[in-house]
């Protein structure tokens, strides 16, 4: 039996639900359309460990990606992330080697994170 208000039974509604499943509307973008490629870029990352407290800053920061805490070993993801400034790459005494066994980047790249988006340039110097 159909709806209440119908007079057709339910195998024709069912038949005439089958001719209309050939239709398909293809969501694929046209042969010649051109989809751009973004790749992922550093930003400039503040860390906090919830585990141990221990807190840094990272100028190798990616979306999505942790670091592990130094002293506890814990995946910790950025709270705080910004585009680079020119600052950031002013030399300080608090510059340290970034970690390569700590940067999740690094590690899925299986090289230095630093380089990434390089030509030809599989390490650091």
Not at 25 to 31: D, L, V
């Amino acid at each position: 039996m159909g709806c209440f208000w119908s007079n057709e039974s339910e195998p024709e509604r069912y038949e005439r639900r089958q001719n209309y499943s050939s239709v398909r509307i293809s969501a694929q973008a046209p042969y010649n359309c051109r989809v751009p490629v973004v790749k992922p870029k550093a930003l400039f990352g503040e860390y906090k460990c919830t585990a141990c407290g221990r807190s840094w800053t990272s100028r190798l920061s990616w979306a999505n990606t942790y670091n592990l805490c130094n002293r506890c070993k814990k995946p910790v993801y950025p709270f705080n992330q910004r585009e680079l400034r020119p600052s950031d790459f002013a030399k300080s005494s608090d510059n340290q080697e970034h970690k390569r066994d700590l940067c999740q980047m690094c590690q899925k790249l299986g090289y230095y994170c630093g380089n990434y988006g390089k030509t030809n340039i599989k390490s650091r110097k």
